[in-house]
């Protein structure tokens, strides 16, 4: 089995929940033959149920209006029209990631909420940069929740990646610092910086973050060159409220998507995609090393609207 053809198949099992949420809630809908108002009120509401949000929902349903109202629909011919409407969605947010700073190292700031799959999410990341021949280095900036240092120090072993630390509750600039200082000295291509996740509090955040980022600009002025939130999609709606508050608190400039294979809640995506147009670096399927990776939006859109 290619590794295309095993990635495929885990796309398959991962969004497996969320396709047949998607299948089941549109088979109740095409009981009428033709595409009337009543009948697309009807998939706009499974779409909705579905978890792909209401603007979505609605723009979808004023794609299938302008080009088949009136016209017999079968099931088959509606998933594949929801399918080429979610992939419009999404292709303009797929975007990997590419380690094209210079000088180098590029730094990557991650964020996220304790639990989301954040320090997986770094380990797996780190792994598809070596994939690309990349020198990568991590830094443990989370020195707020007990466990994370060593949790990543653990992740760094395994994937086989230099860590710089600190002590625990020690300060996260300075550790920052000492890390782009390591990273320059080794000519490390990717820096990914782990940093504490706690939204409790959003002011002590902010500030830790705005200490980081200007200890960074001492070092490049161009740091971090990526701020990347890691959500849970098990989270669902809650998952979309945290793009808000971290927009605001850290400038996110993209987003991962976790946890995709343990929910039927997948719809998710297409709802990030629409409502904030950031770009969506990689998704995760699963627990593996290399159950993350950049995505094939044609591929998941069929995939969600079960016709793959």
């Known amino acids: 089995m290619t590794e295309k053809q095993s990635w495929s198949d885990r796309l398959f099992g991962g969004f497996r929940k969320t396709s047949e949420k998607l299948t089941s809630n549109l088979t ?25 949000g209401p603007a979505a929902a609605a723009r979808i349903r004023a794609k299938l209006s302008e080009k088949r109202f009136g016209l017999e629909i079968t099931e088959q011919e509606l998933k594949e029209a929801v ?38 999410t770094i380990a797996k990341l780190a792994h598809l940069f070596q994939e690309d021949d990349y020198a990568v280095m991590l830094a443990a900036c989370d020195t707020f929740r007990a466990a994370a240092i060593g949790q990543l120090a653990t992740w760094a072993d395994r994937v086989g990646v230099p860590l710089v630390r600190g002590p625990e509750g020690g300060d996260p600039a300075s550790i920052v610092f000492d890390a782009v200082k390591k990273a320059t000295e080794a000519g490390t291509d990717a820096l990914i910086v782990d940093t504490a996740g706690r939204l409790q509090n959003k002011r002590e955040l902010m500030d830790e973050l705005a200490k980081i980022r200007k200890v960074l600009g001492r070092l490049n002025p161009e740091a971090p060159h990526d701020v990347v939130l890691v959500l849970d ?20 400039t993209g987003l991962v998507m976790t946890k995709l294979d343990g929910t039927a809640r997948g719809g998710v995506l297409v709802q990030a995609a629409e409502q904030y147009g950031l ?26 609207a079960g016709v793959a």
């Open 233 to 252: 999609a098990t989270n669902g709606q809650n998952a979309l409220s945290q793009i808000d508050v971290f927009k605001e608190v850290a400038g996110v």
């Open 83 to 120: 399918a080429e409407e979610i992939a419009a969605i999404l292709r303009p947010v797929a975007k990997p990631l590419e380690i094209t700073a210079f000088p180098r190292p590029q730094v990557l700031l991650v964020i996220g909420v304790n639990g989301s799959g954040k320090t997986t």
């Open 279 to 304: 770009p969506i670096h990689a998704i995760g399927v699963g627990e593996k090393i290399d159950d993350l990776r950049p995505f094939d939006p044609d591929l998941v859109a069929r995939v969600i």
């Open 28 to 52: 109740e809908v095409v009981g009428t033959a033709k595409l009337d108002d009543a009948t697309l009120d009807d998939v706009e509401d499974a779409l909705i149920l579905s978890d792909l």
